[in-house]
């Protein structure tokens, strides 16, 4: 495998506990928050090389790398960006990336268990926003002796969270690069997100949220949800790229309304696939979380801060996103020069929809690479 | 109501019985089919005025004026476009609408009663295609002695309806009139006819469509379909407008799960009250035949016929609807045009997306209007 980080192992940190415990931005307390994370590189003597990984709703700390055992064409959801001489360059970067509070994935979140009353969480526990999952990344920073971060890089929600963190920790970060994001989702975003929420609930396996010790899950619920998440995905070319009119392992229709048409087979390995890793809770915390990220809320005060700081941002878009297009992209990179933040906005060429930001697109990867160099030469980090 | 048709009532009749069954393209057999229509405006002495209204998905019967005792405020579906001086002139024209064969708002389909058991057919009613919600209207038409069209309007699966009546029965109408419709369905369009199936099937209450006799139908299933259906008729700007991120009845979020912004509760709105009139195996049904639906499939036969017949075609798209673009309307008038008919092709301006059809845009109407005024000409039916 050139290039790649090699075996990785993910992690496990207390970041808060009883004797100091996790206050949301609601005002609500979680007792005691543990982050799965994984890190590649060498944090260098001055601590000034590292990057951040902040994953999208579906992502995990198992950024890059193959976990010991696993099969080695399988490695993390962002490998081909992370490795010696990739554009996350661990040859010069010290790359962290952490599952989200919430999350599903080794993280403390709705399915972790309520020290209070012994059982998993559920819906008791309490809403979170954006910015909360920014603080559990510092405060695992904090524990890694980490004051400052090169840069966060994210794409969608992850894209959200290192704008948020940005915005409300100047000086903390060099540069955010911030990608397939937007500062608001559109009614639109919204109402895709509803569907998604709905199809979870509507589900008689979901119990309320309470179905941790059940025999079934919502996952009829969660696998439709993904559906109707991966259709906003990709882009209408991508999907007559690769799927067309074509009927599954058959030259003509079978007429009926089981599965036929490819597209639909595809649809349903998703939705099968994702329920055996990811949890309805989860998927519905976070989802709300991004419905209602508004970071630019109070722009006066976002004036302030960003003047304050010296972040620079990375604003990407990709050509053929529909779920956050490039309107959005550059309605934020606008609210962000008016905030007096130093913006560089870019628009790629990809056929991959929203899911562009996980392909390794030659001049995309190169923008990324590009600016992550004009960070590092600027904080006098060794060029790779 | 100026303009109006006025009151109507909706008529029945049995199209086909046990002694001349309904043989559909697939070869099965449906013994008796009544249908529910409507007509407004009157037949000429030489019977040469009729235009047949097509409906969409979830459409019926009642296209204009009011039944009797019906808030007057709530005319028929498309009751904007039908009336004297409106562009399917009532004072020229006798205009015709039937519900589908497959529908359940009169026409037989699976909720009707299978005379071979007494019980509603569920899903042992045969699947069927576009072409056999044609052979019923023209059986319609039979029964009213009437033998050739003026015209054929409709739109969506209503168009597709046109379109297929056309190249199917060559010199039966004058003009098809194919608005906001696809001469085939794309990847991205069957995905989310796929989720929209699932929806409904994924539903405990659906009981394999045998339902009707039970306490529950699938109304969590059904109106989940409708709310992702829903997206899709909406353009993201007519959303943006209309909802933008605005919270329902309150000026702050309430942070939670709960519907919470307006876009959330016009979708559940939407939803529910679908649930009211409809039946989910209909939306099966229907949604299938538009997944099924290729008029195009032989070429060199469609040729053949378009050319045999004289049918002119107006194909009309919608700026703002991405479920079928102009892309989907522009393929189409190219098809027809490779094919020898004669073809006007128009993109008029909306911002209501797919559902600009139903919308009375003057640009729109001035269309539809002149085309069939032209029409009449041609056939020598006095100007209004």
Redesign the interface.
């Known amino acids: 495998m050139p290039n790649s980080v090699g075996t990785v192992e993910t992690q496990r940190a207390v970041v808060f506990d009883r004797d100091r415990p996790l206050t949301l931005d ?1 005002g609500a307390v979680i007792e005691q928050v543990e982050v799965a994370y994984e890190t590649y590189g060498e944090l260098n003597p001055e601590r000034s090389n590292a990057v951040f990984i902040c994953h999208a709703l579906s992502g995990d700390a198992h950024a890059a790398g193959v976990h010991p055992g696993d099969d080695p064409d399988r490695p993390g959801w962002w490998d081909n960006i992370v490795g010696p001489g990739r554009p996350l360059d661990t040859d010069r970067f010290f790359v962290i990336c952490a599952n989200v509070l919430g999350g599903c994935r080794g993280t403390t979140g709705p399915s972790s268990t309520d020290p209070a009353t012994g059982q998993p969480y559920g ?1 008791r526990f309490p ?1 979170l926003q954006v910015r909360d999952l920014v603080t559990v990344h510092r405060a695992l920073l904090a524990k890694l002796d980490i004051e400052k971060l090169l840069a966060a890089i994210g794409g969608s929600l992850g894209g959200m969270q290192a704008l948020q963190w940005s915005i409300d920790h100047p000086g903390e970060i060099d540069g955010a690069l911030v990608i397939a994001a937007s500062a ?5 975003n ?3 997100s ?2 998604a ?3 979870i ?4 396996d979901f119990a309320d949220g309470d179905y941790y010790e059940n025999e079934r899950r919502p996952d ?2 969660l696998g ?1 949800a993904r ?2 998440g991966h ?1 906003t995905y ?1 882009s ?1 070319q991508s ?2 790229e ?4 074509r009927i599954q392992d058959a030259e003509t ?1 079978r ?3 089981d ?3 490819q ?2 087979s595809y ?1 349903h390995y998703q939705g099968q696939s994702f329920v055996e890793r990811f949890d309805a809770n989860t998927y ?1 915390y976070l989802g ?1 979380a991004m ?2 990220f ?1 970071p630019f809320d109070d722009p006066v005060e976002v004036q302030h801060r960003l003047e304050s700081g010296k972040t620079g941002f990375l604003v990407l878009s990709f050509d053929s996103d529909w779920r956050f297009s490039t309107t959005h992209a550059r309605d934020l990179a606008g609210e962000l020069r008016a905030a007096g933040g130093p913006v560089t906005f870019r628009e790629i060429s990809s056929s991959h929809g929203h899911d562009s930001f996980l392909f390794p697109t030659p001049d995309y990867h190169r923008t990324v690479a590009g600016y992550l160099d004009r960070l590092a030469a600027a904080a006098g980090i060794a060029s790779g």
């Open positions: 609601s819906l809403l608001r989702l559109s009614a639109q919204i109402a895709f509803a569907v929420r709905e199809a609930m509507r589900d008689p009829r619920g439709l559906m109707i259709i990709l209408e999907m007559r690769k799927f067309g009119r229709p007429y009926g309304f599965v036929d048409f597209v639909e649809l519905l709300r419905d209602y508004n």
